[in-house]
C-alpha cells in the first residue's frame, strides 16, 4: 500500500499508526473548554484533531415526533435529532481558533463535513483531508462532492455492507480522490469488543487495496493496540478531559491519561511487530550464557568414562550443547576434571 501524507506525516505501514483525537461535541458548547481539549490531546500525543462541521439545521428538520425522536437504547435515547444536533455542534466561528491553537501545538487540525455548505467552508480554511463519518458513508452525493476537493479522504465503514463500501471507494476514485483509508468501524456507542471483528482490518485493505485502520468506539484502549497487529495505520478514538463532566459522547470517550498511553501503547505495538526474525538477538546475545549445556557435574579423572552420574545439562551455557548429550555417554576423559568444568570436544579422548 502506498503511503499518504497529510499534513507533515506519513500515513502507512512503515510509519506509527496515526493517532487521531475526536472532539465531536465534549466542548459542551464552550469555546474554552474546545481549547483545553486541544491542548490535551497535543500533551497526550495525538497525531491530529478532529472535529465535526454541521448545524442543527444541516444535519435534520426541527421535528419533534416520529422518526425524528430517539427510540434506540444507548447515550441519546429520548432525545430529538435536532435537540441532539444543537447540543452537539461545534459553532463554525470556533473553527479557525481550533485550527490555529492545533498548529501551534503541532497537531494536524481537520474536520467532518455533513454538506456542501460545511464542505466549502472547511475548503475556505485549507483543511489537509475529509473525514467520512459512518453516518454519511452512504451520502453519495456528498462523497462525490468532497472526493472532487482531491485532498485524502478517510471514511468510516460503520454499518455499510460490503456492496455499499464498493459503491463508496468507487465514488470517490471516480470523482478524483487519489488518497482514502477506511476505517473500521463499529457505530453503536459504546461498541462492544465482541462486536469490533478487528479481522475486518486487513480484509478491507486485501479487498480495496488501500490502507486501513479503526474508528474505535469500544471502552478503553485494548481493541485499538490489538488493531496495529492487524495492519491499523490510522486509529481514531473520542477525547475528552473528563468524562464525568459529561457530553454526548463523553461516556465512550478517553481521558488524557488513557489517551496518552494509547498513543505510546500503539507505538509500542507498532515497533514490536518488526519483521520475521529467528535466531538470537542483538540484544539476546548476552543472554546466550544462561541456556543450557553440558558441565562436568563430579570431580572425575584422565580416562574416566562419562556417565549420567558426571555429567549434566544444566545452565550456563558454556559447555557443549545439550544435543549432544547421549553421543558423549560413554566417551572417556582425556585429563582430570573438576565438577563445574564446561564440557568441550577437546577434553574427549580420542
Request: contains cysteine; charged residues 25%; hydrophobic residues 40%.
Amino acid at each position: 500500500m502506498k503511503e499518504i501524507v497529510i499534513g507533515n506525516r506519513c500515513i502507512g505501514k512503515g510509519h506509527p499508526p496515526f493517532i487521531i483525537a475526536e472532539m465531536s461535541g465534549n466542548h459542551n458548547q464552550s469555546l474554552e473548554r474546545a481549547l483545553d481539549i486541544v491542548k490535551a490531546a497535543a500533551k497526550a500525543g495525538a497525531h491530529a484533531l478532529k472535529i465535526q462541521t454541521y448545524t442543527p439545521e444541516t444535519m435534520t428538520l426541527p421535528i419533534q415526533d416520529g422518526d425524528f425522536r430517539i427510540d434506540s437504547h444507548g447515550l441519546w435515547k429520548g432525545k430529538f435529532l435536532f435537540e441532539l444536533y444543537k447540543e452537539a455542534y461545534t459553532p463554525w466561528e470556533w473553527h479557525q481558533p481550533i485550527f490555529d491553537c492545533c498548529k501551534e501545538l503541532g497537531m494536524i487540525a481537520f474536520s467532518t463535513p455533513f454538506d456542501e455548505t460545511s464542505l466549502e467552508f472547511l475548503e475556505a480554511l485549507e483543511v489537509p483531508c475529509y473525514k467520512i463519518a459512518s453516518f454519511e458513508n452512504n451520502d453519495i452525493p456528498l462523497l462525490r462532492k468532497v472526493a472532487a476537493k482531491g485532498k485524502p479522504m478517510i471514511i468510516s465503514t460503520g454499518m455499510a455492507s460490503l456492496g455499499e463500501i464498493e459503491l463508496a471507494v468507487n465514488t470517490i476514485t471516480d470523482a478524483g480522490c487519489k488518497d482514502f483509508i477506511l476505517l473500521k468501524c463499529t457505530s453503536s456507542y459504546p461498541a462492544s469488543a465482541d462486536n469490533s471483528n478487528l479481522h475486518t482490518i486487513p480484509y478491507l485493505s486485501n479487498v480495496f487495496h488501500c490502507q486501513s485502520g479503526l474508528s474505535d468506539h469500544t471502552l478503553g484502549i485494548g481493541a485499538a493496540v490489538a488493531s496495529v497487529a492487524l495492519g491499523s495505520t490510522v486509529i481514531e478514538k473520542h477525547f475528552t478531559l473528563n468524562r464525568e463532566e459529561g457530553g454526548v459522547d463523553a461516556a465512550f470517550s478517553l481521558e488524557p491519561e488513557e489517551f496518552a498511553a494509547l498513543v505510546q501503547e500503539t507505538d509500542t505495538a507498532w515497533r514490536s511487530l518488526g519483521g520475521v526474525s529467528v535466531g538470537p538477538t542483538k540484544e539476546e546475545a548476552n543472554s546466550l550464557q544462561f541456556r543450557r549445556s553440558i558441565y562436568i557435574a563430579r570431580d572425575i579423572s584422565a580416562g574416566e568414562v562419562l556417565t549420567k552420574e558426571n555429567i549434566r545439562v544444566i545452565r550456563p551455557g558454556f559447555g557443549l550443547d545439550p544435543k549432544y548429550y547421549d553421543l558423549l555417554l560413554g566417551k572417556r576423559i582425556r585429563r582430570n576434571l573438576k565438577s563445574g568444568t564446561p564440557l568441550t570436544w577437546e577434553l574427549l579422548l580420542e
